[in-house]
């Protein structure tokens, strides 16, 4: 089945310790996000990519980086993660055409703690 | 700027009751309206899109642009719709791609 594939679904870390979350897809969509979500909160739009290029939303800190090597794969880079930085983080992909926005496939996410 | 709000935490309804899951929006152009599920321990997927007006799980929301609201709505809950409902809506960014924005999600629980 085509879908949304991240690695690992849990991730421990260290205050200050580079971590880096992986995202695959087999569904060939040209656009690729990541979100942020805190506890009862909304899904949080970090960056994404439309095709090579990249988007960061204003108030993304410094300290998170992404990469898409190809269009199947995208990183998460956590450059130095802070207590604040422990949340679920989700990957998605949609396919989108001059016609319009069509829906997201989410990934399961991953889970990151900072210790 | 675009926002999606969704007032309720949480909605907790008897099997066989009528569910509204509300959603107000605003956004300057014309927005595409979506909401996504997550059933317990399972990914977020899509639900219904404004778009294609249709049903599905006996779900529909209409968008209402003079209210600027999508509300979910079902007649008659069942216990297998407990789960996590998230408005969301998709408007164009300054950078020209589509710029999506969730609400925070309603929490529903259908008791038997």
């Known amino acids: 089945d085509a879908m949304v594939i991240q690695n690992p679904r849990y991730q421990v870390t260290q205050f200050g310790k580079p971590v880096t979350l992986s995202c695959s897809q087999t569904?060939?969509?040209?656009?690729m996000y990541w979100y942020q979500q805190k506890s009862s909160q909304a899904p949080k739009l970090l960056f994404h990519?439309?095709?090579?290029?990249?988007?960061n939303e204003a108030d993304t800190p410094d300290n998170f980086q992404s990469r898409r090597p190809n269009t199947s794969f995208c990183f998460l880079d956590i450059r130095s993660p802070g207590l604040g930085d422990a949340a679920m983080y989700l990957c998605?992909?949609?396919?989108?055409?001059?016609?319009?926005?069509?829906?997201?496939?989410f990934g399961p996410g991953t889970r990151l703690t900072v210790t | 700027a675009q926002r999606v709000t969704q007032p309720e935490k949480l909605l907790s309804v008897f099997k066989g009751a009528p569910v509204e899951l509300k959603c107000n929006y605003s956004?300057?152009?014309?927005?595409?309206l979506f909401w996504y599920v997550q059933y317990s321990r399972q990914r977020l997927q899509l639900l219904l899109r404004?778009?294609s007006r249709e049903s599905i799980k006996g779900f529909t929301a209409d968008l209402n642009k003079g209210e600027t609201s999508f509300h979910l709505k079902k007649p008659f809950a069942q216990e297998e719709d407990s789960a996590m409902y998230y408005c969301?809506?998709?408007?164009?960014?300054?950078?020209?791609?589509?710029?999506?924005?969730f609400g925070r999600g309603t929490s529903l629980i259908v008791h038997p």
């Open positions: 990519y439309y095709d090579k290029d990249f988007n």
């Open positions: 404004h778009i």
């Open positions: 569904l060939n969509h040209n656009v």
């Open positions: 956004y300057s152009g014309s927005p595409e």
């Open positions: 998605a992909t949609s396919r989108e055409s001059g016609g319009g926005h069509y829906e997201q496939y």
């Open positions: 969301a809506l998709s408007g164009r960014g300054t950078g020209g791609s589509y710029i999506p924005t």
